[in-house]
């Protein structure tokens, strides 16, 4: 029994529940299929418990789920043993954190959209500092350069981005004069980056009013596992249901649509770092 389940192993769970919700089984008759008992499937079906390959490939079996990539993909996720880079923040940065290093370390890409603040992944060490430093409640000095050095760390791990901002998150200045010129600055040299492509959306340009909303976007193994990764008040919420999905997708796309192109986008960064 895990006290805790990782992102990666709560979504593992919540596939093999609604496989067996679709084979329309109750945890009982599953349970019978293994020759188990309920609470063990319920202990699966909530991350909390392991399962075995050939346990996922006979509970696919009476689920009736005859897509064998995808069930190849659920098996890589269940007998996955990586122990990231991350781990090493383990008991000091909060869980959401590591859930998201977890997400990048086995993502195809990563798509984001952002409107107020320059993306994490984007983002220099003041910059960074600054958001942190806003944060209530107020972290200690201890805190805030921790998770500026996990959001560095993070930096360096990502291999395909397709990032869409907004010209607010390009203006509004987090701390002063100087350090938003530094960062605008990064985001050009960035931009030109062969694993990122940056594209900006002017505020004069038209057609962004229904495709508005921060969103990052994460590439799985099969565009079924796909993740959307949302900030709120309470904390970080990880959406993967197939409907959700694809209005993600459909946004992302129309948000592409409503910005200027990757040379144009870098221009226009470019000309608001000399006007400071």
Known sequence: MRREATARQLRLATELRRLREAADLNARQAAALLGVSPTQITHIESGLAGVSEERLRRLAS?????????????????????????????GLLPTSFLNLSELDHHATFHREVAIVFVPGLLQTEDYARAVFSSRVPELTPEELELRVRYRMARQKKITSYDVVIHEAALRIR?????????QLTRLVE???????????????????SSASGAMTYVGGSLPKLDTVVRDAPHGTVLVDSETQLD????????????????????????KLADEL
């Open 62 to 90: 009476h689920y009736a789920c005859t897509d064998g990539e995808f069930i190849d993909a659920l098996v890589a996720m269940a007998t996955d043993r990586t122990r990231g880079w991350w781990e090493e923040y383990r």
């Open 247 to 270: 209005a993600y997708r459909t946004r992302f796309r129309r948000v592409q649509a409503a910005s200027l192109e990757p040379k144009p986008s870098r221009d226009f960064i470019h």
């Open 190 to 208: 960035l931009s030109e980056a062969d694993h990122i492509t940056l594209r900006v959306v002017p505020f004069d340009l038209d057609g962004f």
């Open 174 to 182: 987090v701390s002063d004069r100087s350090a938003s010129r530094v």
